[in-house]
């Protein structure tokens, strides 16, 4: 069983920037794919960014440009960068650990995109 925490949303004016941080408990999140997802009230939860464990990424394309996917596997971290946020960005973002036989999921956290 993996555990993921995430950790660092919060209020931010649009264009401003959040980093989000997710930690894996144990020392197996090499063996995962990582991806963020995001919810917005009244929304289906989709993909926002994933990062496989050989380090390709790829992202959503409302995000491309704005947003960087990144993980330290020595601290069985990921993150995601999220720059010039838009009010569009607000959500609960999750953390999302996979590979062919698991799939685990984080509890969440706000981000709210507001002046």
């Known amino acids: 069983q993996v555990q993921l925490v995430e950790s660092g949303g919060g209020l931010v004016q649009p264009g401003g920037s959040l980093r989000l941080s997710c930690e894996a408990s144990?020392?197996?999140?090499?063996?995962?794919?990582m991806r963020w997802y995001r919810q917005a009230p009244g929304k289906s939860r989709d993909g926002v960014a994933f990062?496989?464990?050989?380090?390709?990424?790829n992202y959503a394309e409302s995000v491309k440009g704005r947003f960087d996917i990144s993980r330290d596997n020595a601290k069985n971290t990921v993150y995601l960068q999220m720059n010039s946020l838009r009010p569009e960005d607000t959500a609960v973002y999750y953390c999302?650990?996979?590979?062919?036989?698991?799939?685990?999921w984080g509890q969440g956290t706000q981000v709210t995109v507001s002046s």
């Open positions: 999302n650990a996979r590979n062919a036989r698991d799939n685990y």
């Open positions: 990062i496989t464990s050989g380090g390709t990424t």
């Open positions: 144990g020392n197996v999140m090499s063996m995962y794919e």
